[in-house]
């Protein structure tokens, strides 16, 4: 599955982004999808997940509130609308996708994805 993620930029501190990944095949209504954002010299870390069919919706703590994950099947489209931007928030940012069953307690690792868009830099200027 190819992944094409954009809508990354420069937005300075409270504005907001919405994030795009475009999925080439008709995969978004089935798949477990996330997103993951990176910053140089540390591990990716998991953003937020929904699980096919929203049965489950995962975000990480400090984003709760501000980020919404969400998908256009029809468009075979996910994305990321991040408001209330922080400069903490600053991150190249990946989408990814699984066909795994996740759960609670996986959901959330990097390594139950196994496919991956090539990323968007997000900078939030204070």
């Known amino acids: 599955v190819q992944l094409q993620a954009s809508g990354g930029g420069l937005v300075q501190t409270g504005g907001s982004l919405r994030l795009s990944c475009a999925a080439a095949e008709r995969t978004t209504s089935t798949y477990t999808i996330a997103w993951f954002r990176q910053t140089p010299g540390k591990d990716r870390s998991f953003v937020a997940a929904?699980?096919?069919?929203?049965?489950?919706?995962v975000y990480t703590d400090s984003v709760k509130g501000r980020f919404t994950i969400s998908r256009d099947n029809a468009k075979n489209t996910v994305y990321l609308q991040m408001n209330s931007l922080k400069p903490e928030d600053t991150a190249v940012y990946f989408c990814?996708?699984?066909?795994?069953?996740?759960?609670?307690?996986?959901?959330?690792?990097?390594?139950?994805?196994?496919?991956w868009g090539q990323g968007t830099q997000v900078t939030v200027s204070s």
């Open positions: 990814a996708m699984t066909s795994r069953g996740l759960i609670l307690t996986t959901i959330r690792r990097r390594t139950e994805y196994n496919y």
């Open positions: 929904t699980r096919s069919g929203g049965s489950l919706t």
